[in-house]
Structure formats: C-alpha cells, structure tokens
C-alpha cells in the first residue's frame, strides 16, 4: 500500500473519528476508526508500513481523545503488527472472519490502553467493560460489512444490472 493510500485512510479515519465521534450517535455507532484504517494497512502485508501507520493512527486517536498522548498509539502499533502477522501467517477469508480478528483486536486495544492506563496515570485497571465490548462487537460488524463490501464484484454486478433494464 502507497504512503499516500495511507495518508488519505488515516485522515477519513480521523475525520469520521471527529464526527461520529463527537456526535449524539456514539453510543450507537461507537466504532474504532483507526483501528479499521490500521487493519486496511496490515492487510497488505508490509510490517513496518503497518506498525508506522498503527504508530500514527494511534496518535492521532489521542490527540482528539486522550489528555495522554501515546497509549493508543503504543497499542495500534501492537496491533498493527499483529494484524500483519495475522495476514501473512494465516490464510483465511471471508468477512466473518475478519470481523473476529477486529473484535479480538478491539478488546486488545482496550485491554493494552487500560494497563498502560493504570501503570502511567494511577488509574483504576478496568479491562472489559460493557462499552469496550460493544465497541469491539461493532468495530468487528463494521471491519466485516467492508471486507465483503471489498470482497464483491461490483463490476460485474453493474454489468447484469445495466444488461437486464435494456431488455
């Protein structure tokens, strides 16, 4: 994946972070953008590219988040190392199982945030809560829909589609 592709996912993912985010829908659609825009950049299977761009994803999460800066990205570039080697070592496919390995990752985020949480601000250690699994549940539904949104064959689908009002 081309730096640029990289920089164009970072900032959708920042912009629908700052949107959704801060938005009346959060408690619905509490999904974890960045951590997609890491998994999209994994996916290509190029280690470095996707711990810098979980690294950048991260920091950018806690600059409109977190008083911290740091805990999510030390996380996201866990996490988008794991996820490289995830795609490289194992050959799965499907949507359904992409959306488990983002819910898997998901609570891992929150399980690394809330320890680096507890060691560094004195904060009371809470790894699973309610909302982090359905943020993990959502994030992996999301991750999900857009492998096999990716995974179909829009071309050939318009193709019959326009074939079939001619007749």
């Given at each position: ?61 806690d600059a409109l988040s977190m008083p911290l800066i740091g805990m999510n990205a030390f996380a996201k570039a866990i996490l988008g190392y794991g996820l490289t080697l995830v795609a490289v070592r194992v050959v799965f496919g ?74």
């Amino acid at each position: 994946m081309k730096a640029g592709r990289v920089a164009l996912l970072l900032a959708a993912a920042a912009v629908l972070e700052f949107f959704v985010g801060r938005s009346p829908y959060r408690r619905f659609l509490p999904i974890d953008w960045f951590l997609l825009a890491t998994a999209v950049v994994a996916r290509s299977g190029d280690f470095v590219r996707a711990v810098l761009a979980g690294t950048a994803a991260g920091a950018l999460e806690d600059a409109l988040s977190m008083p911290l800066i740091g805990m999510n990205a030390f996380a996201k570039a866990i996490l988008g190392y794991g996820l490289t080697l995830v795609a490289v070592r194992v050959v799965f496919g499907g949507s359904l199982a992409v959306g488990l390995a983002l819910f898997v990752a998901s609570i891992a985020n929150e399980a690394i945030v809330a320890l680096l949480s507890a060691l560094l601000a004195q904060s009371p250690l809470v790894i699973v809560t309610k909302d982090a699994l359905w943020r993990a549940a959502v994030t992996g539904l999301a991750g999900g829909a857009l492998e096999s949104a990716w995974e179909f064959p829009w071309r050939e689908w318009w193709t019959r589609r326009r074939l079939r009002r001619l007749r």
